[in-house]
């Protein structure tokens, strides 16, 4: 599975997307700043013991002279107590601006989100969008609070230690030399191998949270079927891949893990040695060699965490490329720009949803031919439109194209006048109202759900929708809270219908200018339909509608009858005009319900 037909499982990782981060990390500097200077002086306190002991051992145990003794060692405790402080102080600076770095990350990544079109969402599965919003930015937020912070102090640590060693013994730091650079080059290596493997794993971690997000969504459908052993299959074959390429980078850091484990001890082996027959010669002191192996011996940790720091670092840039892949896409539907070929103009006030399709062109990304060819079609303010097709005639693209859910290829639609896509989005979506048929809800209560569109609608304001849509009586009996009683994940606690007429109710909200409703009485029995028409013939004398309908008694309810084949309006005209005049409505309105059609004859 893919994310993405162009995007994703791009290969390898790229430094220049964690640069990126700059202005992120630019208002959190100071702490940021903090934290490297402590992290890099606890650091420095570690290094100073060990010249503190070569002196206590070419000093006082040397010449006897045990006067200055108890100062030395109080120095030795100060700088041990001072190491420890300091890291404490690194991990009280660098918690909080991380985690605020995550935050305005993830802030942007879901408004960035929420902008784009709907044909985005329509490519992009939810579990690589979680993944990437979830995952990928705690690992961001880990990478710079601990392996960014300790990349940069241990290599100025390794460098330094190596300085000392070469002012100290000069012949002892060459073999110190000799055991860290075979070590820095194999990190390299295995730095280069770990970062593929690294974005693959994130790849194909994202396919595994989809999975689970849709077997955890479908858990009705799959037992209803009886299907839950192939979903198991599906899951245990994404898991399986997922383990091979967890176990790879095990195999890669097992390796790394060997050699820094084994090539210390060689240096430390090669430093007795060299140290010794350097005592022996008189070339060299025991305070010399002492330190000499503590100073190695304290640079062996930032020598592996290099290492470890250069495979986070892979693993960061990877997870990095991966956000922004998200937020480098470009959305099709953007507020107008006032540019020289379309300025941005004002709606009718107070409007009047005068709505006019003038040739309008649909063509799918990727589809052979376009969906919608040349669609002309107005509709009056104050009428009700009722849209008729076939299946897949291209009715929902077509009233998704009034509140730029998507835009034409070509042509143009018009409400009251103005092309859409020169009214600023926030003011063309306040003027419409829309249901489909497809009722999304949130888990949130009744009365959230209903407001979405108008979040200060007053109670009376809600409770009129929720009468228009005759979801009054039943919103009102929910145990325990009534309309704020919590609905389940997508309104699943609710019935089919009951969720149509919550999402009729949210349209309704708000008296908008323009209804554009995608067959929303589809889910509900012949009686309720008939009370809902009932009241929503009140609402449609004030606003202008227009709904696709399946059923004659929708058609019936509007004013005029547009018939949409082979991607053109083909007829218009009244319920009755229509059913006499053009028989390919006449086989629409006829043909029989799903649930008729599975009945025994």
């Given amino acids: 599975m893919s994310a993405d037909p162009v995007t994703a499982r791009r290969p390898g990782s790229s430094l220049a997307s964690l640069r990126r981060l700059a202005p992120y990390l630019k208002p959190v500097r100071r702490p940021v700043l903090g934290a490297l200077a402590a992290t890099l002086a606890a650091q420095l306190c570690g290094l100073s013991i060990p010249l503190v002991v070569q002196r206590i051992i070419d000093g006082p145990f040397t010449t006897r002279d045990y006067g200055g003794l108890p100062w030395l060692i109080a120095l030795v405790a100060v700088l041990g107590a001072g190491e420890a402080l300091l890291f404490y102080a690194r991990r009280k600076l660098i918690a909080r601006p991380t ?15 929420l902008r784009m079109h709907v044909s985005f969402h329509d490519r992009w ?22 392996a960014a912070l300790f990349l940069i102090v241990n290599s100025v640590t390794l460098v330094v230690g190596l300085g000392l060693l070469f002012t100290i013994a000069p012949l002892l730091a060459l073999v110190g ?3 860290a650079a075979p070590l820095l080059l194999i990190s390299y290596i295995n730095e280069t191998r770990y970062k593929v493997v690294a974005r693959r794993i994130q790849d194909q971690s994202g396919d595994l949270t989809t999975i689970v997000e849709e077997t955890m969504l479908g858990m009705r459908l799959l ?16 898991a399986r891949l997922l383990r091979g390429s967890e176990l790879h980078i095990v195999r890669i850091m097992a390796a790394l893990s060997a050699a820094v484990l084994v090539l210390p001890e060689l240096g430390i082996a090669g430093l007795l040695a060299v140290g010794t027959a350097g005592i022996i010669h008189g070339s060299l002191t025991l305070g010399d060699v002492v330190a000499a192996i503590t100073i190695s011996t304290y640079l062996r940790w930032p020598t592996e965490c290099i290492g470890w720091a250069l495979s986070e670092t892979s693993t960061a840039a990877s997870a990095c490329d991966r956000y922004w892949e998200l937020r480098d896409s470009a959305s099709a539907v953007t507020d107008p720009a006032p540019d020289r ?4 103009r004002p709606a009718a006030a107070p409007p009047r949803g005068h709505l006019r399709f003038e040739d309008v062109h649909f063509q799918h990304p990727g589809a052979p031919r376009p969906l919608l060819r040349g669609v002309d079609l107005e509709v009056r303010p104050g009428e009700t439109m009722a849209l008729v097709g076939a299946t897949g005639s291209g009715k929902t693209t077509l009233t998704a194209l009034v509140p730029r859910l998507t835009d034409v290829t070509a042509g143009r639609v018009t409400l009251d006048g103005v092309d859409v896509r020169d009214l600023p989005l926030h003011d063309l979506r306040a003027r419409i109202g829309c249901a489909f048929e497809d009722a999304m809800l949130s888990s949130a209560g009744i009365r959230e759900n209903v407001a979405l569109g108008v979040p200060d609608a007053s109670e009376h304001d809600i409770r009129e929708a929720l009468r228009i849509a005759c979801a009054e009586e039943f919103a009102d009996g929910l145990r325990p809270h009534g309309l704020d009683t919590r609905i389940g994940e997508q309104g699943l606690a609710l019935s089919g219908g009951q969720r149509q007429r919550l999402a009729l109710a949210r349209a309704v909200l708000g008296r908008p200018a323009l209804l554009v409703l995608d067959d929303p009485l589809s889910a509900l029995d012949l009686h309720t339909e008939a009370e809902v028409e009932k009241a929503l013939r009140r609402v449609l004398t004030d606003a202008t509608a227009l709904v696709v309908a399946h059923r004659p008694n929708t058609a019936r309810m509007a004013d005029r009858v547009a018939v949409l084949a082979d991607g053109r309006i083909t007829a218009v005209g009244t319920h009755r005009e229509l059913l006499a005049s053009c028989p390919h409505y006449r086989d629409l309105m006829s043909a029989p319900e799903p649930w008729q059609e599975a009945m025994p004859r």
């Avoid at 599965?125 to 601990?146: E, H, I, P």
């Fill in 99 to 113: 985690a605020l770095v995550e935050a305005r990350l993830r802030n942007d990544l879901l408004r960035h989100l």
């Fill in 125 to 146: 599965q939810t579990g690589q969008l979680l993944s990437r919003a979830v995952g990928d930015l705690v690992t961001l937020r880990k990478y710079l609070a601990f």
């Fill in 177 to 179: 030399l000799c055991s």
């Fill in 223 to 238: 037992k209803s079927f009886g299907r839950a052993h192939v979903r198991t299959r599906i899951f245990h074959d994404q």
């Fill in 341 to 344: 070929t379309r300025a941005r």
